[in-house]
C-alpha cells in the first residue's frame, strides 16, 4: 500500500515520525531530569530530618535526656505532615513513632546504614501513596547503649500528582506536535512539489503541434535542475528525431511515387493503343528499370532497417584495404574518366571486418567524389595508420559543402540538391548505408568540407571484438 502513497503523504508522514521521535526523545528527557530533581528534592527533605534526628540522639546523654528524647523529636517534626519517623533500641523497643503511620514489614528487613545516602533511599507504594525512606542506625550519646535504629519515610503524593500532570502535558503536547509535524509536512511537501506539476503540466501539453515546449530552467529548484536538463533534451531528441521520421516518411512518399507514376503512365500509354510488339518489349524494358530502381531503393530500406536494430553483423576477415581500394579505383577508372577525373591512392593497411561490406562504403564515398569533381580533378584516396586505428580519408575537390548541411549529410534521404544523387544510390541512401557500415565494424565516420576539399574520414579499428546481437545469436 506504501508504494502507492504520493510523495507527498510519504514526506508528511516521514516529517511527523521524525518529529515525534524528536519529541519523545526530548519528552524523555525531561521526565528524566523532573523525576531525578523531584528525588533530589526528597532525598533533602529525608536527609534533613535525618541530621535532626542524629544531633538529638547524639545529645541523649543520660535515662532523663533519653526519657525526653520523644518529646523532643516529636516538637522537631511539627509542621511535617508527610514525614513520618520510627526510633527503636536495639532490644526492638519502640521509643518513637508518628502517629498514624506503620512502615511495611519488609522495611525492617532494610539492613541499616550509619551513613545512608541517595542510593540507599527506597521508595514503595501502599495503596495510592507512594513514599521513599531510610532505615539507618544511630549511636546515642549515652554511656553504654548499643545505640539506636532510626526509619524515616516522606509520602511524595505531592510530587507524583505533579508528574502525572506533567506526563498528561507530555502526551498532549506529543500528539499535538505530531499533528501540527503532520499538517507542516503536508504544506512544505506540497509547496516543494510545485516544481514537478509544472514539469507534468509541460509534459501533458507536449503534442505533435508542440514538440518545442521546454522547462524554463529559471524557475526550477537547484534539486531538480539536472532533470529539468535532461528532460529538454530528451524533449530536443525526441523533436528531432520526429521531425527526421517525418522528413523520411515524406522523402519514402516522394521517392516510391516517382517509379510508380513513371510505371502507370507507360503502362497507360503502352495500353492506349495496338502496339507493335517491339513496342511493347520497349516499354517492358523501360518498366523494368523502375522496377530495378525500387528494388534496390527496397534492399537499402531492409539494409538500413537491419542495422537499426542490430541485425547487420560484420564478418571477421582481415581485409588488404590497399588492394581492395585498387580494386575499386579499377572498377570506377572507366566513370572516372569519362568525367576527366583521376584518382590517386596512397598509403597500406588492413583491419578485420567484412570485405563485401567495407567494400560497399568506401564505393558509396568513391561514387559521390567522383560524381562532384570537376574534370580535370584528382580523386584522393589516404590510407593512416593511427596507433590502433585505421584511417581512410577520401578527398575531392570542389565547391564546399555548408556546414547547417555537414550536420545532415549522413541522413536518410538527405540530398544536399538533386544534382547530387550519385549513380550508386540515386536515392539519398548511399551515406546513410556507410554510416551504418562503419559503425557496424566499430568505427566512426567523418567530413569536413571548405573552398579546397570535401574529405570523408573512416576510422576503423584495425581489430575488434563483434558482440552477436540476440534476435542475430
Not at 545505640?147 to 506533567?166: N, P, Q, S
Not at 588492394?323 to 572507366?334: D, M, S
Not at 591512392?345 to 568513391?366: K, P
Request: no cysteine; proline share 3%; hydrophobic share 45%.
Amino acid at each position: 500500500m506504501m508504494l502507492n502513497r504520493s510523495i507527498t503523504y510519504r514526506l508528511a508522514l516521514q516529517f511527523a515520525l521524525a518529529t515525534m521521535l524528536l519529541l519523545a526523545g526530548i519528552g524523555y528527557f525531561l521526565n528524566r531530569s523532573v523525576e531525578s530533581h523531584l528525588a533530589d528534592m526528597d532525598w533533602s527533605e529525608i536527609h534533613g530530618k535525618w541530621e535532626l534526628t542524629r544531633n538529638l540522639i547524639n545529645e541523649v546523654r543520660t535515662p532523663a535526656d533519653l526519657a525526653a528524647f520523644p518529646q523532643l523529636l516529636d516538637g522537631a517534626l511539627v509542621g511535617h505532615p508527610d514525614l513520618f519517623v520510627t526510633v527503636r533500641d536495639q532490644t526492638g523497643r519502640l521509643l518513637f513513632a508518628t502517629a498514624g503511620f506503620a512502615f511495611p514489614k519488609q522495611f525492617a528487613a532494610v539492613n541499616t546504614d550509619p551513613h545512608p545516602t541517595f542510593s540507599t533511599m527506597l521508595t514503595w507504594h501502599d495503596g495510592e501513596h507512594m513514599f521513599r525512606g531510610i532505615r539507618t542506625k544511630l549511636a546515642s550519646g549515652l554511656a553504654g547503649h548499643p545505640g539506636f535504629t532510626v526509619a524515616i519515610a516522606l509520602k511524595t503524593d505531592e510530587h507524583r500528582h505533579f508528574l502525572d500532570h506533567f506526563h498528561s502535558l507530555l502526551l498532549t503536547a506529543l500528539v499535538f506536535g505530531m499533528a501540527s509535524a503532520a499538517a507542516l509536512g503536508w504544506f512544505i511537501a506540497k509547496r516543494g512539489l510545485l516544481p514537478v506539476r509544472d514539469m507534468a503540466a509541460v509534459a501533458r501539453n507536449i503534442s505533435v503541434s508542440h514538440l518545442g515546449e521546454r522547462l524554463r530552467l529559471e524557475s526550477v529548484p537547484l534539486e531538480l535542475r539536472d532533470l529539468a536538463i535532461a528532460f529538454n533534451g530528451m524533449l530536443s531528441r525526441l523533436e528531432d528525431s520526429f521531425h527526421r521520421l517525418t522528413d523520411f516518411s515524406s522523402d519514402i512518399a516522394h521517392e516510391l511515387r516517382t517509379p510508380i507514376n513513371n510505371l502507370m503512365v507507360q503502362s497507360q500509354v503502352a495500353l492506349s493503343q495496338a502496339r507493335s510488339t517491339e513496342q511493347y518489349q520497349d516499354v517492358i524494358a523501360s518498366n523494368l528499370e523502375e522496377f530495378d530502381r525500387l528494388a534496390r531503393m527496397i534492399a537499402d530500406m531492409l539494409f538500413l532497417a537491419k542495422a537499426d536494430n542490430g541485425l547487420m553483423v560484420a564478418g571477421r576477415e582481415k581485409i588488404d584495404l590497399a588492394a581492395e581500394i585498387e580494386r575499386l579505383a579499377e572498377f570506377f577508372g572507366l566513370f572516372a574518366e569519362d568525367r576527366g577525373v583521376a584518382i590517386v591512392t596512397t598509403g597500406e593497411g588492413s583491419v578485420i571486418g567484412d570485405r563485401i561490406m567495407l567494400q560497399r562504403a568506401i564505393a558509396n564515398l568513391l561514387s559521390n567524389a567522383i560524381t562532384h569533381t570537376a574534370p580535370g580533378g584528382k580523386v584522393l584516396i589516404r590510407l593512416v595508420k593511427e596507433g590502433t586505428l585505421q584511417r581512410i580519408e577520401i578527398a575531392n575537390p570542389g565547391k564546399a559543402i555548408p556546414s547547417e548541411q555537414l550536420e545532415r549529410i549522413f541522413d536518410r534521404f538527405y540530398r544536399l540538391d538533386p544534382a547530387r544523387g550519385t549513380a550508386l544510390d540515386g536515392v539519398g541512401l548511399g551515406l546513410a548505408i556507410t554510416k551504418s557500415i562503419v559503425e557496424a565494424h566499430k568505427g566512426h565516420i567523418e567530413v569536413t568540407s571548405d573552398n579546397h576539399a570535401t574529405v570523408f574520414a573512416i576510422t576503423l579499428p584495425i581489430a575488434f571484438e563483434i558482440k552477436l546481437p540476440e534476435a542475430a545469436s
